[in-house]
């Protein structure tokens, strides 16, 4: 059990547009939300995907879901983009930056996945930091497997827990 885990009143989202549509990802997903609950108060929150977006350009696809991700704030959020040109982590960084927001945030931290062609500049302006999985880009499905990997890997970090070897 995390050492930090019941001081922090911290609550930690991933907010993504979209439901996760593979069975593979939706299973290899929540088989780590759920053991990412062993240490933190986490959910993922599912913003519905737009109807009809063949209809839109990239440019008003991108508009219309920034609407929706800035709606799904809540005042005192710490929004944290995760985007190819935000700050890279190693995972034992990761760990110690999480340590330090289970510290000092009282409200959630929300970690935002875009959707397929990413954050409108309403969303950027929004934000409080960005944070990059890679230089390379992922599919908008598939970085969630990779971000709740690398969170329940942080965690089990902070814990002592035998998942992570240097
Ligand atoms: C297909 S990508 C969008 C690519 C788009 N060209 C852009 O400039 O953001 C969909 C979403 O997945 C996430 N994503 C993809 N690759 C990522 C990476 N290497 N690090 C962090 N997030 C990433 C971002 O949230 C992005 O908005």
């Known amino acids: 059990m995390c050492a930090n885990h019941n001081l922090s009143s911290m609550k930690t989202t991933l907010l993504v547009v979209g439901r996760t549509v593979e069975p593979h990802f939706i299973t290899a997903i929540n088989d780590y939300v759920q053991r990412t ?13 737009l109807k009809n977006t063949k209809s839109f350009s990239m440019e008003v696809q991108k508009e219309k879901e920034g609407e929706l991700i ?16 935000g700050k890279e982590m190693r995972s034992i960084e990761f760990a110690d930056y999480m340590k330090r927001k289970m510290n000092t945030v009282n409200k959630r931290l929300v970690f935002v996945i875009g959707g397929p062609y990413g954050f409108s500049q309403k969303v950027y302006q929004a934000a409080h930091e960005k944070m990059s999985l890679s230089k390379m880009t992922f ?15 942080a965690m089990n970090i902070l814990s002592g827990g035998p998942y992570h070897h240097e």
Do not use: N
């Open 37 to 49: 609950k062993r240490y933190l108060t986490f959910e993922m929150e599912v913003i519905p995907e």
């Open 70 to 85: 800035c709606k799904a704030f809540q005042p005192g959020d710490v929004i944290v983009l995760l985007d190819e040109g």
């Open 139 to 153: 599919s908008h499905q598939m970085v969630r497997l990779i971000f709740v990997e690398q969170l329940y890997r």
